[in-house]
């Protein structure tokens, strides 16, 4: 049996923060005691067989659970920069022990198909354990059919694209079935929630009028086109009595519509990401190509919006937060639209920054108490998707998967030094609060001084729960 303590931090629990020690055996936690009350009622931990890790002056999270990356998945010509073992190695550097990964369904790709291909793709690469969605982009008389048939199989929640037509764009009547065939699964469907139709014909309006560059990817994509399909989405999924995930969510409208359904019950959930906590649109307010690097969809958007985000998640309206991590490159895909740009690829990195960057503009800077940061990061993706309580929490029982923060530390963000597999950094040069000090996945170290250091191919696949 391997067994490993950790001694003397300030352990974030579901009830909060407080001192306490963490006896773990083979992977999972077996006890969580009151500081040093072990050391003396039990004689500590001082025989050879116990690995004891002191984390005095230390912060000990629930691992980061990321419930939105797109790894080595199709973008533009090419596909994301991060394989499955460079992107989990970057979330394990990074304070991140679970990821849901979305999985892109090929055109006329059965979904039992799609399920073997990411399992396959995934399956002895990652560095921390792991689960997917699938994608549904290409429709297929009995794919709502074969949903149900992943379901069984662990993948228990789709994610639909209400823009991008003619790529992966599904029509109304189609997110309808889709949302109906999850309520009767138990499963959840994410939703990207943009009007496409309306974004397509502004973006050619910019487009004839000269505006190429890539500072009109904010105005090609407004805010209200996230709140009007929001708000339609949520009205179809009343329909269905089915329970969505609006994926990065960035405008306060859109934020307003979810707190309305949720006040009136409907059992809807939502995620922001980390760029739109942290960044604004002042970004785009140049001619400059490397205005590239912020082409992520949906756009960065007011100060105004993101002091919103921050309410909501406090209020629980959102309750994730997510990377969102799409890794591609400036040189050689993003400047693939140097005269258009809606040929840049959309997406930005952030897997590995998710943790600390939310902990130094959120905990640090007094928006969010320690439990409620531990809650978006790790709890309520957990408890969304189906991992909780085996991922998500510190409690005896779970997985001894364990973050911890350095408080104290300051780190520098920047491109030359990270491990995701990408030429830019959305924080560079940010001296963001606290350092990840050490990162444990089923009590296995796999991340130190923001450095992967885990045996390779450590990550499991989680076959995930549906609702109850
Ligand atoms: N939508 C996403 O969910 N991620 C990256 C880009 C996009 O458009
Ligand atoms: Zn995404």
Not at 21 to 36: K, Q, R, W
Not at 315 to 332: E, I, R, Y
Request: proline share 4%; charged share 20%; glycine share 8%.
């Amino acid at each position: 049996m391997s067994l490993l303590a950790i001694t003397g931090g300030t352990v974030v629990t579901e009830a909060g923060p407080i001192a306490a020690d963490i006896l773990v055996a083979d992977g999972v936690i077996t006890e969580i005691t009151p500081s040093g009350a072990h050391t003396t009622a039990l004689g500590g931990y001082d025989d050879a067989s116990t690995a004891v890790i002191d984390a005095t002056g230390l912060i000990v999270l629930p691992g980061g659970v990321d419930v939105h990356t797109h790894m080595d998945s199709p973008s533009g010509l090419g596909h994301t920069t991060d394989s499955h073992q460079s992107g989990t190695r970057a979330a394990a550097a990074g304070g991140t022990t679970t990821i849901v990964d979305f999985a892109p369904q090929r055109k006329g790709e059965p979904l039992p198909s799609l399920y073997e291909r990411w399992s396959e793709k995934m399956s002895g690469q990652c560095a921390i354990d792991y689960s997917f969605h699938a994608t549904i982009s290409s429709w297929y008389p009995t794919i709502t059919a074969d949903m149900s048939s992943l379901v069984n199989d662990g993948v228990s929640s789709f994610k639909v694209y209400m823009a991008y037509k003619g790529a992966v764009m599904i029509d109304d009547r189609q997110l309808f079935e889709v949302l109906r065939a999850s309520a009767s699964q138990g499963s959840r469907v994410c939703i990207h929630a943009e009007n496409g139709d309306v974004i397509d014909a502004v973006s050619q309006h910019l487009v004839d009028a000269g505006k190429t560059l890539p500072r009109y990817h904010k105005l090609a994509r407004p805010a209200d086109t996230e709140a009007e399909a929001v708000n339609r989405a949520i009205m179809i999924a009343r329909l269905t009595d089915s329970a969505p995930y609006f994926v990065h969510l960035s405008t306060k409208r859109a934020v307003d519509h979810v707190q309305e359904a949720r006040a009136e019950g409907l059992p809807i959930a939502a995620e922001t990401c980390t760029h739109y906590l942290s960044l604004d649109d002042s970004v785009y307010d140049s001619d400059d190509f490397d205005v590239a690097k912020y082409v992520l969809t949906p756009p960065l958007r007011t100060r105004e919006d993101q002091d919103r985000l921050w309410t909501a998640l406090n209020d629980g309206d959102l309750s994730v937060v997510s990377s969102d991590h799409c890794p591609l490159c400036l040189v050689g895909q993003k400047d693939l639209g140097r005269h258009d740009f809606r040929d840049i690829p959309n997406g930005g990195p952030g897997v590995e920054n998710r943790v600390l960057v939310t902990y130094s503009e959120g905990v640090a800077k007094g928006r969010l108490s320690l439990q409620k940061f531990a809650e978006v990061i790790a709890t309520e993706p957990a408890k969304t998707f189906g991992l909780y309580p085996r991922k998500g929490a510190i409690r005896v029982g779970s997985d001894a998967d364990l973050t911890l923060l350095d408080p104290n530390a300051t780190t520098v963000v920047s491109a030359q030094t990270q491990v995701q597999n990408v030429d830019y950094n959305l924080w560079e040069g940010w001296a963001v609060r606290g350092s990840i000090h050490s990162v444990y996945s089923r009590g296995v170290l796999v991340g130190a001084s923001g450095r992967h250091v885990g045996p390779h191919g450590h990550g499991r696949f989680i076959a995930r729960k549906v609702r109850s």
